[in-house]
């Protein structure tokens, strides 16, 4: 059965011209031009992937993300952006995307993404045999898709917590840009990609608040570890 996308923009070039080319793709697409007609064709629909503007009249992108993830709808969703500052990436991801990629675009990095969203969604989590994994006071359990720093439980994201659970796993190991990217993302988005950069600073902020040792550690021209 083809998947099934949602593409949400008020840009009505863009919005029809992905829909050709999804469709042309093999995808089943359904269109809308706002942010409300979104919230209502998820609820009828369950697409699979969702492609949300950032920037939509009356209810937004972001304002979408955040009803979705409130409501535990845990459908991947892809952000539009024209904005390329990193507070906006951010808050992209604080409001639940798991992934974004900035206009204009190109087509072919655009299905690629959405290739690897739904190969992600679709595919068991890669556990090795035991559920719980540890760095310092860090706790991670794979079962459940829970982390603890301590006694306090952090929330995180899908796409944040294959993350850290693949740099956890891998502890004292430095893992390189194009290893974590193939592995969570499925796709290179090559050298002045600052996607990966995006969300190990937004894991670092949930995990490493306060006082907390340091745990996520960048070695400058190669990746990033997980140590204490």
Known sequence: M??????????????ESLGRVLQLEGYHVTL????AEALAAVKDES???????????????????????????????????????????VAGLDAGADDYLA??????ELLARLR????????????????????????VDTSSRRVWRGDREVELSKTEFELLALLVRNAGIVLDHTTIYD???GYDFG????????????LRRKIETDDDPKLIHTIRGVGYTARE
């Not at 690897?116 to 706790?139: K, Y």
């Not at 050298?191 to 937004?202: E, F, H, Q, T």
């Open 47 to 89: 697409p699979d992937v969702l492609v949300l503007d950032v920037m939509m009249p009356n209810v937004d992108g972001l304002t979408v993300c955040r009803v979705l993830r409130s409501e535990r709808n845990r459908t991947p969703i892809l952000m539009l952006t024209a904005r390329t500052e990193t507070s906006d990436r």
């Open 2 to 15: 083809a998947p099934s996308v949602l593409v949400a923009d008020d840009d009505r070039a863009i919005r």
């Open 116 to 139: 690897a969203l739904l190969r992600r969604a679709g595919s068991e989590p890669n556990l090795d045999d035991s559920t719980e994994l540890r760095v310092g006071d860090l706790r």
């Open 103 to 108: 206009k204009p675009f190109e087509l072919d």
């Open 191 to 202: 050298p002045d990609s600052k996607n990966l950069a995006v969300y190990i600073r937004y």
């Open 183 to 185: 592995r969570i993302w």
């Open 32 to 35: 809308v031009s706002n942010g």
